[in-house]
């Protein structure tokens, strides 16, 4: 279990909460997401792919 992922509970809840706004959203995204939903617009895009392979690369049955 990834000890940084949005308990479940929560991510129901401000799915929820989203679909329950009038109008309803066009896109449905949890406030966590957003950081990678805008990050090429806020350039941040290429910091996110390093840290990301970085993670990647220290899996277990990894080699970088």
């Known amino acids: 279990m ?3 992922a949005l308990p479940l509970d929560d991510f129901a809840a401000e799915v929820v909460d989203s679909l329950s706004q009038d ?6 995204l949890v406030e966590r997401v957003l950081v990678h939903r805008w990050a090429e617009r806020d350039g941040t895009y290429d910091d996110l792919v390093a840290q990301r392979s970085q993670a990647l690369a220290m899996l277990p049955g990894r080699q970088g």
């Open 2 to 4: 990834n000890p940084h």
């Open 23 to 28: 109008p309803t959203p066009d896109e449905i």
